[in-house]
């Protein structure tokens, strides 16, 4: 069965320091990823995605993510980290060629950030 | 703004209660998806509509249900509530039925009491 996980439930970055969350996948296929972002009380809006191709990914808020096939990972990146960014981060993976299709999320890693 | 828009935005009940949850997917969507996020469970697949059409099933429980109307919008239903049924249900639209971005809504919070 298809699963996520993420290793780290909660992460404490400084203002301006370099963030990286991890992102492991159990997969067959090449499989379809996904980092989303959940603010408090919010809903999840969708920060970049992972189909084929370039294996890494820009997205939106200057966030960009890595598909690497030899670890099954996609770690989200952001170079410099604003108070703003603090919330929290899901990574998901999705069935390719299946009559219907679901996410699989991970549990989640929520993102402190301190002045 | 996801254009993906969900009613109620709260909504409070009582144990062995019935309620709707209405979802509205993005203008030219025609799949419709429920999750459900809880503490203990996470984010959880429930089902996915297509045109109208169930296209995929996940952990969803026979006291729930779903169905996707003519005009495309979707409505959850679940009965004979229980306290564990106290979640924030979202709902998700995508163009096709296949894999592709899903845009999420702002959600549902439900409490049973």
């Known amino acids: 069965a298809q699963s996520v996980t993420q290793p780290d439930i909660h992460i404490t970055v400084s203002e301006g320091a370099s963030l990286e969350l991890r992102c492991n996948y159990s997969?067959?296929?090449?499989?379809?990823l996904f980092w989303y972002v959940q603010s408090p009380g919010q809903g999840l809006q969708l920060l970049l995605k992972?189909?084929?191709?370039?294996?890494l990914v820009q997205g939106i808020k200057g966030f960009e993510a890595e598909f690497k096939r030899s670890q099954s990972s996609f770690n989200l990146r952001k170079p410099s980290v604003h108070w703003s960014d603090a919330a929290e981060y899901f990574c998901?993976?999705?069935?390719?060629?299946?009559?219907?299709?679901?996410?699989?999320f991970g549990k989640g890693t929520t993102l402190s950030v301190s002045s | 703004d996801s254009g993906v828009t969900q009613t109620p935005k709260h909504l409070i009940t009582a144990t062995g209660q019935r309620v709707t949850l209405r979802c509205s997917p993005r203008?030219?969507?025609?799949?419709v998806y429920w999750y459900q996020q809880s503490l203990d469970q996470g984010l959880q697949f429930l089902i996915q509509?297509?045109?109208?059409?169930?296209?995929a099933k996940g952990n969803i429980l026979e006291r729930f249900s779903a169905q996707q109307f003519p005009d495309l919008h979707s409505e959850l239903n679940l009965s004979s509530l229980e306290l564990g049924d106290s979640a924030l249900y979202f709902c998700?639209?995508?163009?096709?039925?296949?894999?592709?971005?899903?845009?999420f809504g702002p959600g549902t919070r439900l409490l049973v009491l």
């Open positions: 997969y067959g296929a090449t499989p379809y």
């Open positions: 998700a639209s995508s163009e096709g039925p296949h894999q592709e971005t899903q845009y």
């Open positions: 998901a993976v999705g069935e390719a060629n299946q009559a219907g299709t679901a996410l699989i």
């Open positions: 509509y297509y045109n109208g059409e169930e296209r």
């Open positions: 203008s030219g969507d025609l799949s």
């Open positions: 992972y189909f084929s191709g370039d294996t």
